[in-house]
């Protein structure tokens, strides 16, 4: 087995985020910004917010002061929960929405280079082994958390 695995697993998602962050520098976004943005529309409108920052992989603190930002943009709302007071849902403006499409737009043609000479097989086999990768991490993960 190669001894670099590791090392190409962790190098990959931060190249890919360069490549974004790069591309979506002229529309004014720093990388918590658009991501944030991202998965909420992803996800779809209502997610409370420590939904919205599990998904992402933050610390629901974290996303405050991004949701603050993105909130004085008038690109989300935050809303009162019916069903529990202290809950808020976050939810993407109509100012959003172009600005999404933009970023789909960057994030679909980053996409397509950095996945070029791999065909629809390659593509369905590299997400298979990736969720195995995934499954087992989280597997060792809840299994030290019980030790």
């Not at 997610?47 to 919205?52: E, S, V």
């Not at 403006?93 to 629809?120: F, S, W, Y």
Request: some cysteine; glycine content about 6%.
């Amino acid at each position: 087995m190669p001894q670099n695995i590791g090392f190409q697993l962790s190098r990959v998602p931060r190249l890919w985020r360069a490549v974004l962050d790069r591309r979506l520098a002229p529309l004014g976004l720093t990388q918590t910004r658009w991501i944030t943005l991202y998965h909420l529309w992803r996800l779809g409108d209502g997610q409370p917010q420590c939904d919205l920052a599990r998904a992402i992989g933050v610390e629901a603190p974290s996303l405050v002061r991004t949701l603050d930002q993105l909130s004085e943009q008038g690109l989300i709302e935050r809303r009162g929960c019916d069903q529990d007071r202290r809950t808020k849902r976050i939810f993407l403006t109509d100012e959003a929405t172009p600005l999404l499409q933009q970023i789909d737009a960057v994030v679909d043609q980053a996409r397509a280079e950095m996945l070029a000479g791999l065909d629809a097989e390659d593509v369905a086999h590299l997400t298979s082994l990736l969720s195995r990768i995934e499954d087992n991490g989280l597997a060792i993960q809840a299994r030290e958390a019980q030790e």
